[in-house]
């Protein structure tokens, strides 16, 4: 039973025992007292929160971390903020080996491109955590705290902040799992990892600010956060009759809600009716009415297959954030910029060139455009160029380092506005470490020895004259050589191993730090498998393999069952004439 409920039984039956017991004026007395009781009721009801949690599984190709032992609890360290251009979002962080600065860089990307499609008057508070005890089939999971407001629509805490300020949020984390293999790296970095967590962060951004409904596991069942108040975005989810979801609050049982949710279901908008994920088996917690099942790839669509992909934010989401009462910035166009990623992520030793579209896709001609820079000491944007037509380019200029982030990229955006008054802001960062573009090789050659071959390198990068490039085999032998020269330098390698795939790291340097990038070479040759000299047996009993690092292999009947590496094959009866085989 409903503790509110329970709470309301009781005072009923304190007010009746006043009506039998007393007189007139007790009974004035105590229906003044009640009123004033339900008032402070309904007030009571008003500060009060509720938690909804969105969660998003692992992939099955995505988590690669072995499972580790868990600790028996997180302890709590200490915390600090990381606040968004003009501090319109701020999270709250721990001090933790998991808190890279790769993963303060996706979360930083993620608030920025929240603020810039947002009217934020009261800022977005949250925290982070990297949880070690979370369930091996959670990727990421956000807890939102939901209140009501002054019509008693039940929504995020940060989006009443907005209208009607209550209080600090307190509540509302993204809990991302510690043992993941996250994607936290970017273009002047080792690449690692699979999971995009820029993108997921920007779509648990999307559920911190309301996007999915308020149902949760209620003991057995399902029901609202409130069982007795719908969210502002339960009221936007329909069926086919266009019945609402939210009209099942105080009515509809948990069966009911499940039969409901079972449905084709909607989000019903201004602009029309969208579809929303639902499964005609029954209902999915976390993803029935919480995603869209759109056929177009958008950030808030469930299945939520290619992890791997950095997603902006779509129209669409934004278009269900305006319903439930953001003020969202206008999106009727979209900015494309040219060697930059769906972020506005890109080097700033590269000119850029910008296009708009239309939501019909139709590019805009005659367009107004404006490139401002962020400044942080005065945390407001200064024009630096404009123009007119249907593309705007920036140039690669580096400005002062008041216009630098704690990343090094220079902090700016792009607005577009059209003839006909509708505009779009497009945020850039634009990083100011050295950038390998990419890699040539020419001149192949073989070498005296067999074994080996030699190849000349052309490096291609931006912002640096100087570092080092590595070559090196899976055997772990390396070469290094000096990097020298402006934009492109060759370099000749006179001596790689044919027989094992190379690694060739470049590694630049500058007055803002390092840029790496790691590539990978196979030896063009007609060996696909096969010894080095002559070809040896099938596996019989007096024949053993190692690893290169003489580790024994056991219970391999055939060369043909080896993966992919280089192995020593010797005859057990003979300790000398050992021979090297590669699978390719």
């Not at 009781?37 to 500060?47: E, K, P, R, V």
């Not at 090789?441 to 490039?469: A, K, M, P």
């Amino acid at each position: 039973m409903d503790c509110l409920f329970v709470k309301q039984l009781v005072f009923q039956r304190k007010i009746l025992w006043i009506l039998t017991e007393g007189g007139r004026m007790k009974y004035v007395l105590s229906l003044w007292g009640m009123l004033f009781f339900l008032s402070s009721t309904a007030w009571g009801q008003a500060g009060e929160t509720y938690e909804v949690t969105y969660v998003d599984s692992v992939g099955s190709n995505y988590s690669a971390y072995v499972p580790q032992p868990l600790v028996e609890t997180v302890v709590e360290g200490e915390t600090y903020e990381l606040r968004s251009r003009q501090g319109k979002i701020l999270a709250t962080v721990p001090v933790s080996p998991f808190m890279t600065i790769g993963v303060e860089h996706c979360l930083m990307m993620a608030m920025d491109v929240w603020k810039e499609q947002l009217n934020i008057k009261e800022p977005v508070r949250f925290k982070v955590t990297f949880n070690e005890n979370m369930s091996p089939d959670v990727e990421i999971q956000t807890t939102v705290e939901y209140a009501l407001d002054k019509n008693r629509n039940s929504a995020p805490l940060n989006l009443l902040n907005q209208v009607e300020f209550q209080r600090k949020d307190e509540v509302t984390t993204i809990d991302i799992n510690a043992y993941v293999y996250w994607n936290s790296s970017w273009a002047n970095e080792l690449e690692f990892g699979y999971d995009n967590l820029t993108t997921a962060l920007t779509r648990h951004l999307a559920h911190i600010l309301g996007f999915g409904t308020s149902i949760v596991q209620c003991g057995t069942g399902i029901n609202f956060a409130n069982p007795n108040t719908a969210s502002l975005f339960d009221n936007l989810i329909v069926n086919a009759d266009n019945q609402s979801l939210g009209a099942l609050v105080g009515f509809g049982s948990s069966e009911a809600i499940e039969t409901f949710l079972a449905q084709d279901l909607y989000l019903n908008l201004p602009g029309g009716r969208l579809k929303m994920y639902s499964n005609p088996q029954g209902f999915v917690l976390y993803r029935s009415g919480c995603y869209f099942s759109l056929e177009t790839d958008n950030l808030m669509n469930y299945p939520y297959q290619d992890k791997t992909r950095l997603l902006p934010i779509n129209p669409e989401t934004l278009d269900a954030l305006s319903a439930i009462g953001w003020e969202v910035k206008p999106h009727e166009l979209s900015i494309e910029g040219r060697s930059l990623d769906a972020y506005g992520y890109g080097s700033v030793y590269q000119g850029h060139t910008f296009k708009a579209f239309g939501r019909d896709g139709k590019p805009i001609a005659n367009a107004q455009w404006k490139y401002q820079l962020y400044n942080n000491h005065s945390g407001t944007y200064v024009d630096k160029a404009q123009g007119t037509g249907g593309s705007f380019t920036i140039p690669s200029i580096l400005m002062g380092d008041e216009y630098l982030d704690k990343f090094q990229c220079q902090q700016g955006r792009v607005v577009c506005e059209a003839n006909n008054g509708t505009s779009v802001s497009y945020p850039v960062f634009l990083d100011a470490h050295p950038l390998v573009l990419g890699y040539q090789i020419s001149n192949v050659q073989d070498t005296e020895d067999s074994y080996y071959f030699s190849f000349d390198i052309t490096l291609n990068y931006v912002g640096s004259d100087n570092g080092v490039l590595t070559v090196c085999n899976e055997g772990g032998s390396a070469m290094l050589f000096d990097i020298k020269g402006s934009g492109q330098t060759t370099i000749h390698v006179p001596n790689a191993f044919k027989y094992s795939q190379l690694w060739i790291d470049v590694s630049l340097e500058n007055s803002y730090g390092s840029g790496t990038k790691r590539f990978y070479y196979d030896y063009d040759s007609n060996l696909s498998k096969g010894a080095i000299g002559i070809n040896f047996p099938e596996v019989r009993e007096n024949v053993e393999i190692f690893t290169l690092h003489g580790v024994r292999l056991y219970g391999v009947s055939s060369l043909d069952e080896l993966p992919r590496g280089i192995y020593i094959i010797r005859k057990s009866d003979k300790l000398k004439g050992s021979k090297i085989y590669v699978v390719k």
